[in-house]
C-alpha cells in the first residue's frame, strides 16, 4: 500500500495556484452550480454597481460600503478558493498520472506469428486491436492477456514497485495501459479505446472534471436554495416594515443581513466536501467510478466479504499435532517435519515452522539425510519423504488409511480384506480428524512404515484484528457475511471465530448474486468486492462493487469502485469514507444554520437603532458602533469559509459509537457550536476592527 | 403567577395527554376499517353513502387522483358556500331577516371556512342567517377538519406502507371522519354544552327590557351545535361575534375547559395514530413531546407577561396582571391558556382579545402561527405541517450519523426535500409579502386600530392568522374592507392548498419507496435527541425568517412599555 502520498493541506504546491483559481472560478457559468454562492455573486456585482454610483456622486458612507462590498467579493472568493484547494489536491495526483500517458509505441499483430506486427502509436489503437507486449514494453492501452505470462510492474497507478504477473485466463488477466512489462512476452487484446482508457479515467477522477452532484447532493442544494429563498423574504420585506415605523434602511446593510443569513458558509464548501471524498478514497489507493457511489457506501447495511485473504489468511497453517495413543507428539512433530522439510507448499512450509516452534526441531538438510522426497499427486494425495529406509507419509486421512492397509476402499473381487488389526489406532485417529474437522480445520494424517502416528491440525488462521473490526461493524450498523466455499460445518467454525453475522458455505457465483437480490428486497444496501469474472454479475447488482485491480477486465467494469491494492478488507474503509462524506455535509450545514441566530443580533439591533433606539438592548455582544456590528457580521461570515476548509477536507470523524451517540456528539459540536462560535467570533472582530478604525 | 394558575394547566395537560391513547386507537381503528363500537349503526349509513358516491373501499387512489378529489372537493364547497351567502336574503330559515352577503366578504368568509380558517370579517348574529351558519358554515367546519385528517391519514400511510403506490380513498377516509369521529364526538358534546347553558334553538332573537328601560336585543340560535365543531374541527369561528369570550357560546369555567381540550384531543391524538399505524407508538410520543415543549414554554411565557402586567399601570397604582380585554370569569390563567391553545392549534376561537395581551402576551400567539401551527395544530393540519419540519430536521442531521437520510426507513431524498421546502416557504410568502405590502398601502393602514409598532402588529397578526388558516385576529384592525377581504382570503387558501399538495405529494413519493430496515447505525426517531433536534428545527428554520418583522412587532412595543409609552 502507497498511502504516503498525502499532501499536506498546507502545502504551498497546492495553495498558490488556487488563489489563481478562486479567480477563474468566477466565470457565471461556474457559478451558476453553486446555487448559493451565484446567489452572494449576483448580490455582490450589484452593490459595487450602487457603490460606483454613490463614487461618482460622492454620497453615502462610502469607506462602509467600500468594505462590506470588499468582504462581499471574499465571501465568493473564499468559496472558490476552498473548491480549488480541495481539486488541487487531485490534480497533484493527475499530473504524476498524465505522465505515465506518454505517447508510446505498440506493436499491432499482423498475422498469428507473434513476431509479425507492425509498429504503431499507441493512441492509434482500436478496440478488439491485439498487440505483442515484450519485456521493457509499456503496455499501450487496457486490454487482456490472451497469451503468455508476464511479470509486469504497475507502480504507475498503484505506487507498488513490486512487479505482479498477468497471464491468459483466469483472474489475473487484466493489463492497464501506461504499466510497464518486465519479463517474457504477453498476447493483448485491447479492451478500450485511447481517451477512455482506465489511466485516463483515474485522470478525470481525480481532477475532478467528470465530477457529477450526487443525489444527496442535490437534495442538499435543494434546501440551501430554499433556505435561501426564505431568507430573500425576510430581508426583501423589512424596508416596508421600516418605512411605516418612520425610518429606512440603506441596501447595502439589506444586503449584508441577507449574505450573513443564507448558508453561505455550506453553500461555500459543499463541492470542496465532495471532491476531498472522492480524493480521501484515492489515497486509500481505491477509484470511486461515481460520487453516487461513495453516498452509496455510508449507507451500506450488509457486507460480503470472501473468507480467504479478508477474514483468514490466505492459506491454512499447521496448529497442533495430535498424536494417536502410544506416540508422543515430539515422535509425531519429527516425523511430520521430515515429512515436508520438501514440501514447498505454505502448509508444508506451516508444518516445519510449527514443529520447530513448538517442539525445539531444528530444519534439517535433506541432501545430507540422503533423503528421497515423494511429491504430492492427485492420485496418491499424500507426500511424504523416504529415509534410512523408513518411508513417511502425510496427507489426506483417507488416502493414509488406504495407505496404512486401513482404508474403507480397499475391495477386491466381492471380499472386502479384513480391516487391519490397528483397527483401535484406526478408529481414535478417524475421531481426532472429524474433531479437527467440526472446529474448522483440516486433518492431515501422519504415518510411518505403515503405522499410524497421529493427525497434523490445519487451521485457517484469522486475521488479527478482524474480530475487533467487525464487532466495529456491527456498532456501526453493518452486517457481515462470510462468503467462502468451504462445507457449512467449517465455515461456521471460521464465522464463529471471525465474528461474522452471517456465512454462505460451498457458495457459488449464483448464490452470491441470489444473497444480495435477497438483501435488496428487504431493502438493505449491499457492498462486495470481487476479482473474478464469475463475481462480475454480483458486482454489477451490489450497490458497492469494488474490484480489485488483479482483478478481470469484466470485474473491473462490473464494479463501481476499484481498488488499486487490490485488499478486500479495505471494503471497511470505504464505508467509512462514504460515512465521513455525508457527516461533514449535515455537520457543516447544521453550522451554518445554527450561525444565523448571533447574527441576527448583531444586524438587527444595528439595522434598526435610528428609529428604534430601545432595540438596543439586543445588542448583547456589546459591539460598538452600528456599522463595526455589520461589518463584524459579514467579516465573520466571510472568514469562516476559510477557518473551515481544513474540516471539510479532512472529513469529520467517523467514530462506531452507534448512531445516537454519534448524533448527540455531532449535535453538541456543530449544533451548538454553531450557535456560540460566532457569538464569539463577531465580538473579537468587532474589537479588533474598532481598535484599528476601520469602522 | 400563582400555584393554583399553574395546577390548572396542569390538570388541562393531564386530561390532554390521558385522552390521546384511547382517541388514537379508537381513530387508527377507524381509518383501518375495522370494527369499532359505533360500527353497527354507521356501517350500512357509510355503505349507502359509498353506493350513493359510486365509490369503494377498495378503491385505492394514486396521490395525484387523492389530491385531484380533494381539490374538486374543496372547489365545490367554496361555490356552494359562496352561494349561499351570496343568496341568503331569499333562502329560507332566516328569521332575523338578514341581507345577502357582499362579494368580497362572501369570498373571503367562503375560503375562509373551507380552509378550515375561520377568519371572521363579519359579526355572526349580525350577518349570518341560521341557515348559512347550518348548511354552509357548520357543513365546511365539519369537511374541512375532515379534509385536514385525510390528508394526515394518507401521509401516515406513505410512511406504514412497506411499498405501494396507493394513499387510500379520499372519498372513504373523508366519509369515515366525519361519521366515525367528529359526528359522534359533537353530538355528545353539542348535549353537554346545553346541558351546561348554551343556547340551541331555531327561535327568533330575543327582545328585552333592560333595568333602565332600554330595548335590548338578544341574539340566540343553534349555538352549541355550532361550537361543538367550532372546537373539535379546529375552526374557531365563532357563532357571536365575542367567540368564546361571549357567556353562550362560553358559559364558565367548565365549559372553558371543555373547549380548550376539544381543540387539541385530535390533532394530539393524531401522534398516537401515526405511532400505531407505523407500528411504534414512542414515534408518536416523540413527535407530541417536541410539540409539548414549545406548548408549555408558550404558555409560560404568555402567562408570565400577562400576569405580570404592565409597569405603566403599576405606577398609577393599579397592582396586578393584564386584565384588558379578559372575560372576569376566565381571569389571567385561562385567557393565557386558551390564547396559546387556539393559535397553536389552527383554531382561532377566542375567550379574551389577544389584541389587548402585553407585548410579549401578543408575541407568542404571533409565534405560535408562523411556525406553521405545529404545536398539535389544526386537525390532521398539524400533522402534515410537522412532518415538513421532520422531513428538513432528519435531511439536516439524519447526515451527521453517517447515513443518507431516512425517516421510518423511508429515504429523503430530493423530491421530498423541494415539497418540504415548499410547504415551508408558502407561510412567510403569505405573511410578509402581504403585510409588506399592506404597510406601505395607505388605505391598508388606515384600518388599522393604534398606531406604532402595535398596529403593526395588528397587521402582521391578521396576515399571519390567514395564511397559518388559524382565522383569530389581533382586535384594532377593521378587517372588511376590499383590500383586506381579497387578500386575506388568497393568503388562506395559499396557507392551506400550498401545504397541502406538497404534502400529498411527499406521501405520493414515500409509500413507493421501500422501507429500509432500522440497524444500530441508524439515527434512532423515538428518543428524546429526536425531540430536541425537532424542536431546535422548528425555532430555527421556522422562526428565523419572522425574527426582523418581530423585532418591529412586539418586541419593539415591549421595550418602548418598559420605558414609558403604550399605543
Not at chain 2, 303 to 314: C, D, L, R, S, V
Request: with cysteine.
Amino acid at each position: 500500500m502507497s498511502q504516503s502520498k498525502s499532501a499536506s493541506i498546507l502545502d504551498s504546491r497546492i495553495l498558490i495556484p488556487a488563489v489563481g483559481g478562486a479567480f477563474t472560478k468566477l466565470n457565471p457559468r461556474t457559478l451558476a452550480k453553486n446555487p448559493v454562492m451565484f446567489v452572494v455573486a449576483v448580490v455582490s456585482v450589484l452593490t459595487t454597481i450602487l457603490f460606483l454610483r454613490d463614487l461618482a456622486s460622492g454620497n453615502g458612507n462610502l469607506g462602509f460600503s467600500f468594505q462590506i462590498n470588499l468582504w462581499l467579493w471574499f465571501t465568493v472568493l473564499f468559496a472558490n478558493f476552498a473548491e480549488a484547494v480541495a481539486e488541487g489536491r487531485g490534480k497533484a495526483q493527475a499530473d504524476s498520472l498524465r505522465k505515465t500517458r506518454t505517447e508510446t509505441q505498440a506493436k499491432l499483430l499482423t498475422g498469428n506469428d507473434r513476431t509479425a506486427y507492425k509498429m504503431v502509436p499507441g493512441t492509434s489503437l482500436k478496440v478488439n486491436d491485439v498487440v505483442i507486449v515484450e519485456a521493457g514494453d509499456i503496455i499501450p492501452s487496457d486490454g487482456e492477456v490472451i497469451e503468455g505470462v508476464a511479470s509486469v510492474n504497475e507502480a504507475a497507478i498503484t505506487g507498488e514497485s513490486a512487479p505482479v504477473i498477468r497471464e491468459s485466463g483466469g483472474d489475473r488477466s487484466a493489463v492497464t495501459g501506461g504499466t510497464q512489462v518486465l519479463s517474457d512476452w504477453i498476447r493483448v487484446r485491447i479492451t478500450a479505446a485511447a481517451g477512455s482508457t482506465f489511466i485516463d479515467r483515474m485522470i478525470a477522477l481525480v481532477e475532478g472534471a467528470e465530477r457529477q452532484k450526487t443525489p444527496n447532493e442535490i437534495a442538499l442544494n435543494i434546501l440551501l436554495a430554499g433556505m435561501t429563498l426564505i431568507f430573500v423574504l425576510a430581508t426583501a420585506t423589512i424596508p416596508s416594515f421600516a418605512s411605516y415605523a418612520g425610518g429606512s434602511i440603506p441596501i447595502i446593510v439589506l444586503v449584508a443581513l441577507f449574505v450573513t443569513l443564507i448558508p453561505t458558509t455550506i453553500g461555500a464548501l459543499l463541492s470542496a466536501i465532495g471532491i476531498a471524498g472522492m480524493d480521501r478514497l484515492v489515497r486509500f489507493n481505491v477509484l470511486a467510478m461515481s460520487g453516487r457511489a461513495v453516498e452509496a457506501a455510508g449507507d451500506v447495511d450488509t457486507l460480503l466479504l470472501d473468507k480467504t485473504g479478508t477474514i483468514t489468511l490466505g492459506n491454512r497453517q499447521a496448529t497442533e499435532f495430535k498424536p494417536v495413543r502410544g506416540v508422543t507428539a515430539q515422535e509425531l512433530a519429527d516425523a511430520a517435519q521430515l515429512a515436508s522439510l520438501a514440501d514447498e507448499t505454505p502448509e508444508g512450509r506451516s508444518v516445519v515452522v510449527l514443529a520447530k516452534e513448538k517442539y525445539a526441531i531444528r530444519a534439517r538438510d535433506m541432501a545430507s539425510l540422503q533423503a528421497t522426497f515423494i511429491p504430492f499427486t492427485a492420485q496418491t494425495r499424500m507426500s511424504g519423504v523416504d529415509i534410512d529406509g523408513s518411508q513417511i507419509r502425510k496427507g489426506a486421512v483417507d488416502a493414509v488409511l488406504a495407505y496404512v492397509g486401513s482404508g474403507p476402499l480397499q475391495v477386491s473381487g466381492n471380499t472386502a480384506i479384513a480391516v487391519s488389526p490397528e483397527n483401535e489406532t484406526v478408529r481414535e485417529l478417524r475421531g481426532i480428524a472429524e474433531e479437527i474437522a467440526k472446529a474448522g480445520g483440516t486433518p492431515l494424517a501422519v504415518a510411518r512404515d505403515g503405522k499410524l502416528l497421529g493427525v497434523i491440525q490445519l487451521k485457517d488462521i484469522v486475521k488479527g484484528g478482524i474480530r475487533e473490526r467487525f464487532a466495529e461493524l456491527r456498532r456501526m450498523g453493518i452486517r457481515t457475511v462470510m462468503i467462502t466455499g468451504d462445507n457449512p460445518m467449517t465455515a461456521a467454525a471460521i464465522a464463529a471465530e471471525a465474528g461474522v453475522d452471517d456465512f454462505l458455505a460451498q457458495a457459488t457465483p449464483e448464490m452470491k448474486l441470489a444473497l444480495i437480490r435477497e438483501e435488496q428486497a428487504k431493502g438493505k444496501l449491499v457492498a462486495m468486492c470481487g476479482d473474478g469474472t464469475n463475481d462480475a454479475p454480483a458486482l454489477a447488482q451490489s450497490d458497492v462493487g469494488v474490484a480489485m485491480n488483479t482483478g478481470t477486465v469484466a470485474a473491473r467494469e462490473a464494479g463501481n469502485m476499484v481498488d488499486l491494492d487490490s485488499d478486500p478488507t479495505k471494503l471497511i474503509e470505504i464505508v467509512e469514507i462514504g460515512k465521513q462524506l455525508l457527516m461533514t455535509r449535515g455537520a457543516l450545514t447544521t453550522f451554518s444554520i445554527a450561525n444565523d441566530i448571533a447574527k441576527y443580533f448583531a444586524i438587527i439591533p444595528a439595522m434598526f437603532l435610528a428609529f428604534y433606539p430601545q432595540l438596543g438592548v439586543l445588542n448583547i455582544m456589546g459591539l460598538a458602533t452600528p456599522q463595526s456590528a455589520i461589518l463584524s457580521a459579514i467579516i465573520f461570515n466571510a472568514l469562516i469559509i476559510i477557518a473551515l476548509i481544513p474540516l471539510s477536507l479532512k472529513g469529520v470523524k467517523y467514530r462506531a459509537i452507534g448512531a445516537g451517540a454519534l448524533l448527540s456528539r455531532n449535535l453538541l459540536v456543530y449544533g451548538l457550536g454553531g450557535i456560540i462560535v460566532p457569538f464569539i467570533g463577531i465580538k473579537a472582530i468587532d474589537m479588533v476592527i474598532t481598535a484599528i478604525g476601520l469602522a | 403567577m400563582t400555584l393554583n394558575g399553574w395546577l390548572q394547566i396542569l390538570v388541562f395537560c393531564g386530561v390532554l395527554i390521558m385522552l390521546v391513547k384511547p382517541l388514537g386507537a379508537y381513530i387508527t381503528r377507524v381509518f383501518s376499517g375495522e370494527r369499532t363500537l359505533l360500527s353497527p349503526v354507521l356501517v350500512p349509513v357509510e355503505r349507502g353513502l359509498y353506493a350513493l358516491a359510486g365509490t369503494s373501499e377498495r378503491e385505492e387512489q394514486h396521490w395525484t387522483s387523492y389530491a385531484f378529489s380533494l381539490l374538486m372537493f374543496n372547489l365545490l364547497g367554496t361555490l356552494v358556500l359562496y352561494g349561499l351567502l351570496r343568496f341568503q336574503d331569499m333562502l329560507p330559515m332566516n328569521p332575523a331577516g338578514m341581507a345577502a352577503v357582499g362579494p368580497e366578504l362572501s369570498f373571503n368568509t367562503a375560503t375562509s371556512f373551507v380552509a378550515n380558517t375561520n377568519w371572521q370579517s363579519y359579526g355572526g348574529e349580525s350577518t349570518m342567517s341560521y341557515l348559512s351558519q347550518m348548511m354552509g358554515l357548520a357543513v365546511q367546519n365539519f369537511v374541512s377538519a375532515a379534509t385536514g385528517m385525510a390528508i394526515a391519514i394518507g401521509l401516515i400511510r406513505a410512511f406504514s406502507r412497506a411499498s405501494g403506490k396507493a394513499l387510500g380513498n379520499f372519498w372513504v377516509d373523508m366519509t369515515r371522519a366525519v361519521l366515525y369521529v367528529l359526528l359522534p364526538i359533537c353530538v355528545v358534546l353539542t348535549l353537554v354544552y346545553v346541558w351546561l347553558g348554551v343556547p340551541q334553538t331555531f327561535g327568533p332573537y330575543v327582545e328585552a327590557t333592560t333595568l333602565e328601560g332600554a330595548k335590548q336585543t338578544i341574539a340566540l340560535g343553534p349555538v352549541a351545535s355550532q361550537l361543538a365543531i367550532k372546537m373539535l374541527g379546529t375552526n374557531g369561528g365563532g357563532f357571536f361575534n365575542a367567540n368564546s369570550a361571549h357567556p353562550f357560546e362560553n358559559p364558565d369555567n367548565i365549559s372553558n375547559m371543555i373547549q380548550m381540550l376539544s381543540i387539541f384531543a385530535i390533532g394530539a391524538a393524531f401522534t398516537n395514530v401515526f405511532g400505531r399505524m407505523v407500528g411504534n407508538q414512542r414515534q408518536g410520543w416523540a413527535i407530541l413531546s417536541a410539540m409539548f415543549i414549545l406548548f408549555i414554554a408558550g404558555v409560560a411565557v404568555v402567562y408570565w407577561a400577562e400576569a405580570a402586567g404592565n409597569p405603566i399601570m403599576h405606577q398609577l397604582g393599579l397592582a396586578g396582571g393584564n386584565m384588558e380585554g379578559k372575560e372576569v370569569r376566565f381571569g389571567v390563567v385561562m385567557s393565557s391558556l386558551f390564547a396559546v391553545i387556539t393559535t397553536a392549534a389552527s383554531c382561532g376561537a377566542v375567550n379574551a382579545m389577544h389584541g389587548s395581551f402585553t407585548a410579549l402576551g401578543g408575541l407568542i400567539p404571533i409565534i405560535n402561527m408562523q411556525l406553521g401551527e405545529v404545536i398539535v395544530g389544526g386537525v390532521g393540519a398539524g400533522f402534515y405541517g410537522i412532518v415538513m419540519f421532520i422531513i428538513v430536521a432528519v435531511f439536516v442531521a439524519g447526515l451527521m450519523v453517517g447515513r443518507t437520510p431516512e425517516y421510518l426507513g423511508k429515504k429523503i431524498e430530493a423530491k421530498e426535500m423541494k415539497m418540504a421546502l415548499l410547504a415551508v416557504l408558502c407561510l412567510p410568502l403569505a405573511m410578509l409579502v402581504f403585510a409588506a405590502i399592506a404597510t406601505v398601502l395607505p388605505s391598508a393602514v388606515a384600518s388599522i386600530g393604534t398606531a406604532g409598532p402595535h398596529g403593526f402588529s395588528e397587521i402582521l397578526y391578521a396576515y399571519t392568522s390567514a395564511a397559518a388558516n388559524n382565522g383569530s385576529a389581533f382586535g384594532g384592525l377593521t378587517g372588511n374592507t376590499p383590500w383586506y377581504n381579497v387578500t386575506l382570503g388568497i393568503a388562506m387558501l395559499m396557507g392551506r392548498f400550498l401545504v397541502i399538495i406538497p404534502a400529498l405529494a411527499i406521501a405520493g413519493s414515500l409509500v413507493a419507496k421501500k422501507t429500509v430496515p432500522a440497524s444500530a447505525g441508524t439515527f434512532p426517531t423515538d428518543g428524546g435527541l429526536f425531540v430536541g433536534l425537532l424542536v431546535g428545527t422548528i425555532l430555527i428554520v421556522g422562526g428565523l425568517t419572522f425574527m426582523p418583522a418581530l423585532a418591529l412587532g412586539p418586541v419593539v412595543e415591549h421595550l418602548v412599555m418598559i420605558a414609558g409609552q403604550t399605543f
